[in-house]
């Protein structure tokens, strides 16, 4: 069973378009993460939920919509795609109530690239 | 914000014992040490996470001076399949908060 799961595995799309990551996870934990992965491999995180609460935004441009229909659930949604846009996405969660350890367990990415 | 420093790259043979260090001179009292795991086209995997002192676990160790200012990642007798690229990252493990940064990583090559 995956534990995080994403979809699409890859997305070749052209700019100016709009395009939405799913992301879910069946570990019941209560966090999600987006990160974004470049081209050199710097791992960026883009927002955290908790709940469904949304608790980080990083400087992210705001044509970056995450949405969390539940806690299982943390979609990307990208409005106007340019050409930066292009990386790796990943999907995270982690229980962070009790415990010692925040364990983040991550999804096996989205390669998105922009025409 | 701890901002960590790593060896880019390094290389081994199969059987060595490998010891990845991190320098993070501004960690925070609440901070904690975490390594992760990325093999190509995947997400990072947890390896190992720890306070200070020394934590072992089945896949590695981690070793932390009481300054807490730097932190090695040992790898006991590596083999071609642990060829990845390892992160350190500080942060507090149970704040949601946490703004966890991943710094550029270390490259490692294990070769026959």
């Known amino acids: 069973d995956t534990a995080v799961s994403q979809t699409p595995k890859y997305l070749v799309t052209q700019m100016g378009n709009d395009k939405s990551i799913k992301c879910e996870q069946n570990?019941?934990?209560?966090?999600m993460y987006w990160y974004k992965q470049d081209s050199k491999k710097f791992l960026k995180i883009m927002f955290s939920?908790?709940?469904?609460?949304?608790?980080i935004n990083e400087t992210v441009p705001n044509r970056f919509s995450p949405k969390s229909p539940d806690k299982a659930h943390l979609n990307l949604h990208i409005n106007s795609l340019e050409l930066g846009d292009s990386a790796v996405y990943f999907c995270?969660?982690?229980?962070?109530?009790?415990?010692?350890?925040?364990?983040?367990?991550f999804g096996p990415g989205t390669r998105l690239t922009v025409l | 914000l701890a901002k960590t420093t790593q060896p880019i790259s390094m290389d081994s043979y199969e059987g060595q014992e490998v010891n990845i260090t991190c320098s993070h001179n501004?960690?925070?009292?609440?901070?904690?040490i975490t390594w992760y795991q990325q093999f190509p086209s995947q997400g990072p995997r947890f390896i190992i996470q720890?306070?200070?002192t020394k934590v072992t676990n089945e896949v590695a160790s981690l070793f932390i001076p009481a300054d807490r200012k730097s932190s090695t990642l040992s790898l006991p007798r590596v083999s071609l399949s642990d060829t990845a690229v390892y992160y350190c990252?500080?942060?507090?493990?149970?704040?949601?908060?946490?703004?966890?940064?991943f710094g550029s990583g270390t490259r490692l090559s294990i070769r026959p």
């Open positions: 995270a969660s982690s229980q962070l109530a009790g415990g010692t350890y925040n364990e983040q367990f």
């Open positions: 570990l019941g934990h209560d966090t």
């Open positions: 939920y908790n709940n469904k609460e949304l608790i």
């Open positions: 501004n960690i925070a009292t609440n901070d904690y």
């Open positions: 720890g306070y200070k």
């Open positions: 990252l500080v942060g507090v493990p149970h704040s949601s908060a946490s703004k966890i940064i």
